[in-house]
């Protein structure tokens, strides 16, 4: 089985976080049945960006990264406090540890600001939000990232990023790519009416 951590921020976009547990979940079913999604919080409880709460599964002080195959991370809004939690010593700490190890590191939107202030995109290939005048991707950029500024989905190695919630499912869907295979992908998206 292998094991995703889903990193839950405080503040997350809720349909971010679900692009994972449903596909994955999708794979744990109907597909070769070798995916799993433990959600790890920085709280007990999470407010997500629109005040969906939150009660994930473990906390963020009870993970083992050599417990699991991959890291998956939603991204969030400033206003609903998720760089707060987002840029804690604790999850970037996380985030380079999975790294160290070259597992696969999937994140959608901003997520891909954690990365950055990790240390981790230094002179790597990335993306993150592309609206709003760029100032994201700016802010990607003082982190050291290459950012590819016009490409929906960037993979560096064991880093996935994208620019925005439109392309929740395709990243979801490239790590179950990654930790399956291709064929075992395109059968989740037909099951899930994606291809046909």
């Known amino acids: 089985m292998k094991k995703v951590c889903l990193l839950l ?13 449903d596909v994955l ?12 999604v433990i959600t790890v919080g920085t709280r007990d409880k999470l407010k997500c960006t629109w005040n969906f ?7 963020i002080s009870e993970l083992r990264v050599e417990d699991f195959d991959a890291l998956a991370i939603p991204g969030g809004f400033e206003e609903a406090n998720f760089y707060e939690d987002a840029f804690r010593e604790d999850v970037l700490n996380v985030v380079r540890e999975f790294n160290n190890q070259g597992k696969p590191i999937a994140t959608i ?7 950055g202030k990790s240390g981790i995109l230094e002179g790597r290939k990335a993306t993150t939000y592309n609206l709003s005048n760029g100032h994201r991707q700016k802010q990607l950029a003082d982190f050291k990232a290459n950012v590819i500024a016009d490409e929906p989905i960037v993979v560096d190695k064991n880093i996935i990023t994208s620019f925005n919630p439109s392309t929740s499912f395709d ?5 179950l790519e990654v930790l399956t295979s291709e064929e075992n992908c395109n059968n989740i998206k037909r099951l899930m009416g994606f291809i046909k």
């Open 171 to 175: 990243v979801a869907f490239k790590l």
């Open 9 to 21: 921020p405080n503040g997350f976009e809720a349909v971010e976080a679900s692009v994972f547990t």
């Open 53 to 59: 709460l939150v009660t994930p599964e473990m906390h």
């Open 109 to 115: 939107c901003v997520a891909a600001l954690i990365l």
């Open 25 to 36: 979940g999708w794979n744990q079913i109907t597909g070769d049945g070798t995916t799993e």
